[in-house]
């Protein structure tokens, strides 16, 4: 994009929402630095391309202030099922294991599109600025959330900051998901080149991440809101890694979280369902029919960029040098200092 951050003063600037509207929280938004501004906006193609949103000091696009709200006061049923994860943990993995669980395995079910089935409560905001039919199928997304019957399985990238707050008094059951930031960082890049069509270089894109100027940041404070309250009986906190290591632990561990029981023939189909290859080739997770309708149907013979991509622990050897990977082992020890939670 040409017009390099594009009229920052045409930016609202923090915008606080009545109070009187709100029970126990005020939401406010915030410019960022105009440096890091700057470089997101050109990166990300789009004037204003994020604002900050307090409680949180959450990285989000400005149309948040549309919907924020809302989702704060969301009313939240006790037999919500919940999947909340930073973005490029595993998420849609995950889900697709909590879904079929909770759905005693209906595969023929689990041929509707994951983004129907279990939304992404805030995801008007995030394609706020993508035309095409293709949206309205997802569009109005909190709407969607709203309109569910119950048993609902919701899925969000947001932090506890953010998340409506019956959340707390309700206590519905969450599956949350963490992942080795360093995985998640090389992830999150490729995931904005194919969907954000981010432009600038992976270091360019591991500076902001550090810096904790990416979508969705702060990234520790999402992972340790979550980490803190991992003993509660309504949350269950799963890794990426372990998944990897023991996809039929991580089914069995789950079904018990949700009070299923499966038999090991059941556990059996349903690891070979949620294998690398075949979530890989499967429509219904893989996002290629959305982004065929968002980008054309030729776009995906043009690029080697996928959403399922390459489902490894420890891909960021393939990315990072040493002094990089120092700088996130420096960066996650000195947030993960005495919580007791580590990766591999
Ligand atoms: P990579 O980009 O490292 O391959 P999310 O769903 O939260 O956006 O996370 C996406 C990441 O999960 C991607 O990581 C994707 O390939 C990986 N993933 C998806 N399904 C997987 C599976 N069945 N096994 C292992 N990794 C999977």
Redesign the pocket.
């Known amino acids: 994009m040409s017009a390099l951050a594009v009229m920052r003063e045409d930016v609202p600037g923090p915008r606080p929402c009545a109070p009187d509207l709100h029970r126990g929280r005020t939401l406010s938004y915030e410019r960022l630095e105009t440096d890091v501004a700057q470089k997101l906006d050109l990166m990300f193609g789009r004037a204003n391309s994020l604002v900050m949103v307090h409680p949180g000091r959450v990285l989000m696009p400005p149309e948040y202030q549309d919907i924020g709200e809302r989702i704060s006061q969301l009313q939240v049923r006790p037999d919500d099922v919940w999947l909340v994860?930073y973005?490029?943990?595993?998420?849609?993995?995950a889900q697709e294991m909590v879904w079929l669980i909770g759905h005693d395995l209906d595969f023929q079910g689990a041929k509707q599109l994951q983004q129907i089935r279990t939304p992404l409560l805030e995801l008007s905001a995030i394609m706020a600025q993508e035309k095409g039919a293709w949206k309205e199928e997802l569009d109005n997304s909190v709407g969607m959330v709203e309109a569910m019957p119950s048993p609902r399985y919701i899925k969000s990238h947001l932090p506890l900051e953010l998340l409506p707050l019956q959340l707390d008094s309700v206590q519905p059951k969450v599956v949350y998901?963490a992942r080795n930031p360093k995985?998640m960082c090389?992830?999150y890049y490729?995931?904005c080149r194919l969907v954000h069509n981010l432009q600038g270089s992976f270091e360019d894109f591991c500076e902001l991440f550090l810096r904790d100027r990416v979508p969705v940041a702060p990234v520790w404070n999402h992972i340790l809101g979550f980490w803190k309250r991992r003993n509660s009986p309504n949350i269950l906190f799963l890794k990426?890694e372990d998944?990897?290591r023991d996809q039929e632990g991580a089914i069995r561990q789950t079904a018990a979280f949700l009070g299923k029981t499966l038999s090991e023939d059941q556990v059996k189909v349903l690891a070979e369902h949620?294998?690398?290859d075949?979530?890989?080739r499967n429509p219904a997770?893989n996002l290629e029919p959305i982004i065929a309708k968002k980008n054309g149907p030729e776009f995906l013979a043009t690029t080697e960029l996928r959403?399922?991509?390459?489902?490894?622990v420890g891909?960021w050897r393939n990315h990072m040098g040493d002094e990089l990977a120092t700088r996130f082992d420096w960066w996650t020890q000195d947030h993960l200092r005495d919580t007791g939670l580590s990766f591999d």
């Open positions: 994860s973005p490029r943990t595993g998420s849609t993995w998901v995985d090389v992830s490729h995931y990426y998944m990897k949620l294998s690398f075949s979530m890989k997770v959403f399922i991509r390459k489902g490894q891909d």
